[in-house]
């Protein structure tokens, strides 16, 4: 790609946007759809530029390209916000109006949400490629155009069952043709007796099972293992680079050699560590399969607790990384299943709040990942603390999304996390008190520390107060001061006299919790700062939620 492309694309890509104006967001919109086409001339794929089609001149179409012989439609996005699956409903009709067999690409500057790419194939026929976030990242890099990434998942999604696939496995699959021809001129190379079977059986013609059990009984024991260990290190590269052409037969081959040989326990001890701690970790759905897995799993507890904790930390960032993609999930959880007990504590806590919240999602209960999080959560192995901690975090993200909270608000609520609210209260009568209470956060107010802070863009709605107060002491007048930074960037502050307007003076006495109810709104600079003034000797417990 041409560094004036990637120059302009990082000019774009700087642009604040939070101080930028619609104006200017909207131009930058523009320019990126301008870019993109030039990117695509430059390649000589482009057909057309941004036009409304003979027939129908309401109809916009940001550009046309052809890859593979094929047309497909174009049209790009740059918007910060989360798109409407609307957007792409929309998209998808301009295809189908088109004559049979037209595709579409929709590129988004940005990461869309999971929800939007399942719309891909929802009760329709699959007709479009995305290209979306880190996608964009690194095709201008350079190193991958888009006319062959676009003619690869064109190749991959017409056969598959998935939605969409990302740049960055199709330059794992482009990097393992390369790592393969090395590997096959280091076989070539090699006067090896076990990697000359390699080289002039698995990887030379296709093999049935037996004739595989006929070439090994002819094998010592030395020579097999290193077989074993060639395959093993390799099979990723060799897997990626044999998925099409006529050397397809090669994963076939290596699948039926990896069942005929049972390797030897000290070979497994010394794979092991490099098992877990690098393999999994090149593809982790390709080492993940039985065939693995059941060779290695009863050599983890001998492993070093420096590669033990090493294989940890991988673990949780690669948890954390794909979370949502629904193949890694459950790669990783058939992975963990059989040394789960000799996981740290550490590690157990971080992925049960993960299976908590696929237990509560939509995911298929046949796979890996929701069936181990129902046996998790039916069988009650998660700590208390932990589910506590979850129900906490989670309720009260879902007490933000409403204004005000009323009967129905809450017990549609409860019903969202009714399985994992009987973990911590057995009493389903006693769910909505639970939830409301999670709902709510407090603070402690007294003459010396009168006040709190809070940042973010959200409402403040302070619920009520609980009044203490020595007695015979006269309440003459508590108010709130409420601090805030306008739109204008200047300093606001209204006062709001609690006693003579929302309470009665007389009632507030220990423990009386007293209805407030007052929702205050952040400026644009999203910091407000509450204070309660002519405390005395009285302490107020004030009681609020935030709100989206």
Known sequence: MKQAFKDTFKVLDDINTREASKES???????????????????????????????NRSEEIDGVIEVYNRIFLIEAKWVTSGLAASVLYSFIGKIENKFHGTLGVFI??????????????????????????????????????FEEYIEYAFKELSSENIVHLPVEEYIKVRGSKESAKVLIEKVESSDKKGIQFVKEKLLAEPLSASDIIIELAA??????????????????????????????????????????????????????????????????????????????????????????????????????????????????????????????????????KGYLDIFVSDRKNNHSQKLFAIELVEEKQIPEKVVKEWLRTKLRASGRMYLTLNTEKVAFIVSTYKGILKLVEPDENKWPRYVLDTLYESRTCNETDNSFTLTGN???????????????????????????????????????????????????????????????????????????????????????????
Not at 31 to 54: M, P, Y
């Open 25 to 55: 967001k909207q131009a930058r919109g523009r320019a990126f759809e301008g870019l993109l086409l030039d990117v695509f001339e430059a390649e000589e794929i482009l057909q057309k530029r941004n036009r409304h089609t003979k027939d």
């Open 108 to 145: 988004s500057r940005n990461a869309l949400k999971k929800n939007f790419l399942r719309a891909l194939n929802k009760g329709r026929r699959q007709s479009v490629i995305v290209i979306h976030g880190k996608d964009v990242d690194l095709l201008f890099e350079g190193d991958v155009t």
């Open 219 to 352: 094998l010592g024991r030395e020579e097999k293992e290193k077989a074993y260990f060639f395959i093993v290190q390799n099979f990723s590269e060799l897997w990626y680079a044999n998925l099409t052409g006529d050397k397809t037969f090669i994963i076939k081959n290596m699948y039926q050699f990896l069942e005929a040989h049972k390797p030897s326990s000290n070979t497994l001890n010394v794979l092991a560590p490099e098992y877990y701690t690098t393999l999994v970790f090149k593809s982790i759905i390709l080492y993940t399969r039985d065939i693995f897995i059941a060779e290695f799993k009863e050599h983890y507890s001998q492993l070093d607790s420096d590669v033990k904790n090493k294989f940890e930390s991988l673990i949780i960032k690669y948890w954390h990384d794909n979370f949502g993609s629904y193949a890694v999930e459950n790669s990783i959880t058939d992975l963990l299943i059989p040394i789960w007990g000799e996981l740290s504590q550490n590690l157990t806590n971080q992925l049960y």
């Open 458 to 548: 959200e409402k403040l709605h302070i619920v009520s107060v609980q009044g203490s107060k020595k007695e015979n002491l006269l309440v003459t007048n508590i108010s709130i001061s409420h601090t805030y930074f306008s739109k204008d960037g200047s300093i606001k502050r209204y006062v709001i006299n609690l006693v003579s307007d929302l309470v009665d003076p007389a009632n507030l006495i220990n423990n009386q919790i007293l209805p407030v109810g007052k929702i205050f709104e952040n400026g644009s600079n999203s910091k407000t700062e509450i204070t309660f003034e002519n405390l005395g000797k009285i302490e107020l417990k004030v009681f609020f939620r935030m709100i989206h």
